[in-house]
């Protein structure tokens, strides 16, 4: 089944204590994305990957790192997490850049920061 | 930055009516694609319906359709004969070259469906 796998899907933690939410897609596809969904915000775009090795700042990078080695990963590491980190997080990937691909969304991971 | 606006933050129908969700954005690209996502209380984002900058035509999925007014910027959903199970936080989002490859998303309008 063609799918966007995160895991934790739930984590409470403290601050300070370095974690890592993990993303996989099967679906071979070239871009990946992370968002963040906060009440009355919507989606943001933390970074995001075009490919294996390139990576790039979304809307609301602070705080976060990514990592592209492999085609079908894309970790997001919170190496310093704060209370305000505290939110539910979504990967996403789409087969191409062009806008015309569709995004195709992981779970969601809730994070609490204690 | 491209912005995207939906001025509603609840909304709600009776099941089997019809009903509208509005969403308006501002850019000065030509080429673009509009989204309405769906998200239900399982959290999960599920793409519902799209829109080319360049197709005239309005997109229709079942009894999913939009309205799109390019001059306007201006991208509302309808939904027809509502179904309980259409009860669900909708977001409209915007992606073109520009926008960094990014889908921006409104802050959403929570729909309520009463039998």
């Known amino acids: 089944e063609a799918q966007v796998t995160q895991n934790p899907r739930y984590l409470i933690t403290v601050t300070g204590k370095k974690l890592t939410v993990t993303c996989s897609q099967n679906?071979?596809?070239?871009?990946m994305s992370w968002y963040r969904q906060d009440p009355g915000l919507g989606l943001r775009q933390i970074y995001y990957?075009?490919?294996?090795?390139?990576?790039d700042k979304g809307d609301v990078p602070e705080g976060y790192k990514v990592s592209r080695k492999e085609k079908r990963n894309f970790p997001l590491i919170l190496e310093s997490p704060s209370p305000n980190q505290t939110s539910l997080y979504f990967c996403?990937?789409?087969?191409?850049?062009?806008?015309?691909?569709?995004?195709?969304f992981g779970p969601g991971t809730r994070l609490t920061v204690l | 930055a491209q912005t995207v606006t939906q001025s509603q933050p609840e909304m709600s129908v009776q099941e089997a009516e019809t009903v509208t969700l509005s969403c308006t954005y501002d850019?000065?690209?030509?080429?673009?694609?509009l989204f309405w996502y769906k998200q239900p209380p399982s959290r999960q984002m599920i793409l519902v319906i799209r829109?080319?900058?360049?197709?005239?035509q309005n997109a229709t999925e079942n009894r999913f359709s939009v309205n799109f007014q390019k001059a306007a910027k201006s991208f509302s959903l309808k939904i027809s004969d509502s179904q309980l199970g259409d009860a669900a936080m909708y977001f409209c989002?915007?992606?073109?070259?520009?926008?960094?490859?990014?889908?921006?998303f409104g802050k959403g309008t929570s729909l309520l469906v009463t039998p």
């Open positions: 996403a990937s789409s087969l191409g850049t062009g806008p015309y691909n569709e995004q195709f």
């Open positions: 679906m071979n596809h070239e871009y």
């Open positions: 990957s075009m490919n294996v090795e390139v990576t």
């Open positions: 850019t000065s690209e030509s080429d673009y694609y």
């Open positions: 829109q080319e900058a360049y197709k005239q």
């Open positions: 989002a915007y992606r073109s070259v520009d926008s960094g490859y990014a889908l921006n």
